[in-house]
């Protein structure tokens, strides 16, 4: 390609509205230009690199047997109502009516789609397992589009969905899926780690998310520093406390009651009875699906974690009650609840760790009134304790008991065991081995293929520029002709540009009449991995300078010895980035 005659609208000034270097440098580079919010178009350069990493996903899955398909972006609605999430998915999908006045949405995810259309067709468990996928544009109304490719409402994205006739080969499919993601982002040149992910309903260890680490991320992630686990701040276990149960201990004096005038939230209550936070429990009665009121108890210096909670009351959604609802079942204003002499009715959760010790602090259920030496056993009725809360980084990991740290992640591909939850609601079934009608046992698995641009900026960038990885770099290498009006230099660059492009390696020839500092500048800011300038120097002394991107080291390869010395040193580049060519 030449630069001379190539479309890359690079502009000075970082745009107003980008927070996130990839999204400045993706609009400075000339890459993506924006329509609306969160709405883009790809430009040449910023098109190839997606399209890059388009194909190396593609070949992984069709590597691991899965199928492409293109399914429609328009959706009708019909097949929404049946599954229940024309109500449930809420305003991010965009709906639209026809000029039948029939209702339709964009493609914010396909599961109603492939399921309707596998369902009659695959009859017999011999055609399974199959999983087909698609890459495509989704459209997601997100409430908070930004920073650019990382979170728009129009992206692309890879979804595939895997079709099973029992939990074993469900299993297998999962897997199979897992370690194509591994070979797919490792072959982008990703720094990235799979970590558990809430898998909601259908329980069990089967959603991960893989993570490209970086600051920007908008995840948090719990590692371990010694073993392998990793998980979503959101699923992270907690590991069970050591230690007897106290919750009976006979050596607690009766609860009683003392006055804390105005004192509601842990602060006050602690400051005004001198006590540590950690000698209260929280007392937090919330609303399951907008109906059944639950209590969760946790220590007064934790968070809750909400999904965990959704996954042990079952529901979708949990939110806390609102004023109104607190006083009609506690008796008292907001900031008084607690477990002793509450309605029965309730069901009650409380954090494990508050088994381990007793003579807590709680709320009485009487304005300005909190008990002390309660012992949740004797003085309450707990329906179960679990792990409720959130992890924190003094914590120890849950699997090995060691340090664990916490890091930024940005999510670029999700796997899940759906189970049957779409085959059942769309009664898409098969034949088994005896004859007998059985649900199709469903995976899904995304990948954001617009954002992992957008990440591996993130990860890989600097004060100049882009630095991309070698297999998603809109142009491999950058020859730099700093010929000007010296026709030998500019004839030997033509002669590079030329024996560059045989060797079938994607160059990006900069023929343009500027002045040497702009061609550097923009080589930097659009972050070929590799760059060659050929200067008049250069030419006399028989050699072109070569620069690598991402550790600015420079060598001199000969002019005579070009392609071995220019194979060797590109070899060299991607080793570097830890990949095979
Ligand atoms: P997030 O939590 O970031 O909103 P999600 O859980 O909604 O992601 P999935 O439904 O699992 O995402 O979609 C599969 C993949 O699509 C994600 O892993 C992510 O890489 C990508 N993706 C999701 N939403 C967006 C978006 N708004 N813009 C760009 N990519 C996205
Ligand atoms: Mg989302």
């Known amino acids: 390609m030449r630069l001379?005659?190539?479309?890359?609208?690079?502009?000075?000034?970082?745009?107003?509205?980008?927070?996130?270097?990839?999204?400045?440098?993706?609009?400075?580079?000339?890459?993506?230009?924006?329509?609306?919010?969160?709405?883009?178009?790809?430009?040449?350069?910023?098109?190839?690199?997606?399209?890059?990493v388009a194909r190396i996903v593609r070949e992984e899955m069709d590597r691991a047997g899965a199928m492409e398909v293109s399914l429609p972006m328009v959706q009708p609605a019909d097949l929404w109502v049946e599954t229940g999430r024309w109500d449930y998915y809420g305003k991010e999908l965009l709906r639209v009516k026809d000029r039948h006045g029939r209702d339709y949405c964009l493609g914010p995810t396909h599961e109603e789609v492939i399921t309707d259309l596998v369902r009659g067709e695959i009859?017999?468990?011999?055609?399974?397992?199959?999983?087909?996928?698609?890459i495509q544009t989704k459209f997601r109304d997100e409430i908070r589009p930004r920073f650019g490719l990382m979170r728009g409402r129009e992206f692309i994205m890879k979804d595939a969905y895997s079709f099973d006739k029992d939990d074993e080969g469900a299993e297998k499919s999962y897997w199979k899926m897992f370690e194509a993601y591994?070979?797919?982002?490792?072959?982008?040149?990703?720094?990235?780690?799979?970590?558990q992910a809430d898998s909601g309903a259908i329980g069990g260890d089967f959603s991960h998310e893989f993570m490209v680490l970086a600051d920007t991320g908008e995840d948090t992630i719990a590692s371990c520093k010694s073993c392998e686990f990793g998980a979503n701040l959101e699923k992270a276990k907690v590991a069970q406390p050591q230690g007897v149960c106290h919750c009976d201990a006979e050596q607690t004096s009766a609860f009683e009651e003392v006055e804390t005038p105005d004192a509601r939230t842990v602060d006050e209550v602690c400051a005004y009875l001198?006590?540590?936070?950690?000698?209260?429990?929280?007392?937090l009665l919330l609303k399951v699906d907008g109906k059944e009121p639950v209590l969760a108890l946790i220590r007064g210096d934790r968070e809750l974690n909400a999904i965990k909670l959704r996954n042990l009351v079952g529901g979708n959604e949990i939110e806390m009650a609102d004023e109104a609802l607190v006083k009609d079942l506690t008796g008292a204003p907001v900031g008084f609840a607690g477990p002793v002499t509450l309605s029965k009715?309730?069901?009650?959760?409380?954090?494990?760790?508050?088994c381990t010790k007793s003579d807590w602090v709680t709320g009485a259920n009487k304005a300005d009134t909190h008990y002390r030496h309660v012992s949740l056993g004797r003085d309450c009725e707990i329906d179960k304790f679990a792990d409720l809360r959130v992890i924190e980084e003094t914590d120890v990991c849950p699997e090995c008991g060691k340090e664990i740290e916490f890091t930024k992640g940005i999510e670029v591909g999700h796997v899940f065991r759906l189970g049957t939850k779409y085959s059942e609601k769309m009664d898409a079934t098969f034949l088994d081995e005896n004859g007998k009608a059985k649900h199709l046992v469903m995976g899904s698995y995304g990948i954001g293929v617009s954002r992992i641009v957008a990440s591996a900026i993130e990860q890989n960038h600097d004060?100049?520029?882009?630095?991309?990885?070698?297999?998603?770099?809109?142009?491999?290498?950058?020859?730099?002709?700093l010929g000007g009006k010296d026709e030998a230099v500019t004839a030997k660059a033509e002669e590079l540009y030329d024996i560059i492009s045989k060797l079938n390696i994607e160059v990006a020839y900069d023929d343009r009449k500027e002045r040497p500092g702009v061609k550097f500048a923009d080589a930097d800011l659009i972050g070929y991995p590799m760059q060659l300038v050929l200067g008049g120097k250069g030419l006399k002394n028989g050699i072109v300078e070569a620069k690598d991107r991402k550790t600015g080291e420079k060598t001199e390869l000969p002019l005579d010895d070009f392609v071995e010395a220019f194979t060797a040193w590109r070899e060299e580049i991607w080793a570097k980035w830890g990949l095979d060519m």
């Open 4 to 52: 001379s005659s190539y479309y890359i609208p690079t502009l000075k000034e970082d745009p107003a509205d980008a927070e996130v270097m990839s999204h400045k440098l993706l609009m400075r580079a000339g890459m993506i230009r924006k329509l609306t919010s969160g709405i883009y178009s790809y430009l040449p350069l910023g098109l190839r690199s997606i399209n890059k």
């Open 123 to 134: 009859k017999s468990y011999k055609q399974l397992p199959i999983n087909l996928y698609q």
């Open 182 to 195: 591994k070979a797919a982002f490792s072959r982008i040149g990703l720094c990235f780690k799979p970590v």
């Open 274 to 283: 001198n006590i540590k936070s950690d000698q209260l429990i929280k007392t």
């Open 345 to 354: 009715n309730i069901r009650t959760f409380a954090d494990h760790e508050l």
């Open 463 to 481: 004060e100049n520029g882009c630095i991309f990885p070698p297999p998603i770099a809109p142009f491999e290498v950058a020859l730099i002709s």
